[in-house]
Nanobody
């Protein structure tokens, strides 16, 4: 059974940092791309970032480029999303998602992957 467990969300002031973690199990971690998308109240889901498996290719939506960094630790079956210079507009529920296809198959529509976690809440206050 594919399982994705997000953690690391919280309350942070504008300009602060958080590191989200996605602990994965139940599938061959090396073969799957893993991404993050978010959803804020009253707003559509938004693909945030993605990292492919074999080549480590990455994707970032424009609004987080230069501020967020995605990485994967194969030994721990975990993907991280380092979020710096946070803004109130980053406030959302952040979901980890995965499937076998490459990040490039989805582009910004990362939420279209087959498996999702339950999410972790990020709140940025000014």
């Amino acid at each position: 059974e594919v399982q994705l467990v997000e953690s690391g969300g919280g309350l942070v002031q504008t300009g602060g940092s958080l590191r989200l973690s996605c602990a994965a199990s139940g599938f061959p971690f090396d073969d799957y791309a893993i991404g993050w998308f978010r959803q804020a109240p009253g707003r559509e889901r938004e693909g945030v970032s993605c990292i492919s498996s074999s080549d480590g290719d990455t994707y970032y939506t424009d609004s987080v480029k230069g501020r967020f960094t995605i990485s994967r630790d194969v030994a721990k079956n975990t993907v991280y999303l380092q979020m710096d210079s946070l803004e109130p507009e980053d406030t959302a529920l952040y979901y980890c998602t995965t499937d076998r296809r490459k990040c490039s198959n989805y582009g910004p529509k990362i939420y279209g992957m087959d498996y999702w976690g339950k999410g972790t809440l990020v709140t940025v206050f000014s």
